[in-house]
């Protein structure tokens, strides 16, 4: 099993962690950007229930109304 390309080291270590996403590697990390950046919770989504859908949009599972 591999993880996502890591932009810093460029090995398939990028697994993803309830913040967003962390190399074991090198350390680096990738913060989710969830609602743009405008803070607070989102609605919960029908789908996989969690609180990310923003704008219409699920930025969890990609759900959309
Ligand atoms: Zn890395
Ligand atoms: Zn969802």
């Known amino acids: 099993m591999a993880g996502a ?3 810093k080291c460029g090995e398939m270590t ?3 962690k ?4 962390e190399c074991s590697r090198c350390g680096y990390r ?3 950007s969830i ?3 405008k803070g607070g919770k989102g609605s919960r989504c029908p789908l996989c229930g969690k609180y990310t859908f ?3 949009r699920c930025s969890s599972c990609g759900a959309h109304e």
């Not at 309830?18 to 996403?21: D, L, Q, S, V, Y």
């Open 5 to 7: 390309i890591c932009p």
């Open 14 to 16: 990028l697994w993803q």
């Open 18 to 21: 309830p913040f967003g996403k």
């Open 30 to 32: 990738v913060y989710r």
């Open 35 to 37: 609602n743009s950046g």
């Open 54 to 56: 923003f704008d219409g």
